[in-house]
């Protein structure tokens, strides 16, 4: 059963730029979410999607959006983008069956804003 | 609010010796889980355990166990005769009950085991 797939893995983008990342779910699991990993503040949750929709959010500005289709699979997009941006940003999916369940986790997409 | 804080930012040990990892928690919440993953050099975390609140019985998993004492809010981690491969950051996070996958982390301690 293949992983939970994140691409890019490597992006560089510039201030004021906007960027959108990806996270295929392993297949089957209907919950995807997101978390900021930075030196500095450590991972910091996001925002989840089930079902298309979000049902939790972080304490993050509206710049962070996200969305989720219909095979699961999400998108997050963030606009404007500021150098404090730079991060790995970690997707994770699980079944969402049960309660706090474990998560399971992509490489990560890293981003670097100049 | 609630707070997860691992004291240890480094540890370095040497092959087989014995390693704990603490973990100090904050949560007004009756029913909460814990967790421990682990994140090595490729960035995927990886899930190692989750315990919920009204459980306080110690697990061990081959070489690692751990102890959970909600007395002192902890609920630390320990990797017996430990290996190069045991070498990552490790986190403890917490979350609140129902279908939550909001997790508080803390910041990591990165454990290198040296041959």
């Known amino acids: 059963k293949a992983g939970v797939t994140q691409t890019p893995r490597y992006l560089i983008k510039t201030r004021g730029q906007q960027v959108t990342l990806s996270c295929s779910p392993i297949s089957g699991h209907r919950s995807v979410s997101w978390y900021q990993q930075t030196p500095g503040q450590g991972l910091q949750f996001l925002f989840e999607y089930f079902s298309e929709t979000q049902r939790n959010k972080g304490n993050f500005p509206g710049r962070f959006s996200g969305r989720q289709f219909s095979n699961s699979r999400s998108e997050m997009n963030v606009s404007t983008l500021e150098l404090g941006d730079s991060a790995l940003y970690l997707c994770?999916?699980?079944?969402?069956?049960?309660?706090?369940?474990?998560?399971?986790f992509g490489s990560g997409t890293q981003l670097s804003v100049l | 609010a609630q707070k997860v804080t691992q004291a240890q930012t480094e540890i370095s040990v040497v092959e087989k010796e014995d390693v704990t990892l603490d973990c100090v928690y904050e949560?007004?919440?009756?029913?909460?889980?814990l967790f421990w993953y682990k994140q090595p050099p490729s960035g995927e975390l990886v899930f190692l355990i989750r315990?919920?609140?009204?459980d306080e019985q110690n697990e061990i998993s081959g070489r690692y166990s751990w102890n959970f004492q909600k007395s002192t809010s902890s609920f630390n981690f320990t990797i017996t005769a430990s290996q190069v491969v045991d070498s990552a950051v490790y986190f403890c996070a917490l979350s609140r009950a129902g279908n939550n996958r909001k997790l508080i982390w803390g910041l990591g301690t990165s454990l290198a085991v040296n041959p």
């Open positions: 949560t007004r919440d009756t029913t909460y889980y």
């Open positions: 315990r919920n609140s009204f």
């Open positions: 994770a999916s699980s079944l969402a069956e049960g309660d706090n369940e474990k998560l399971f």
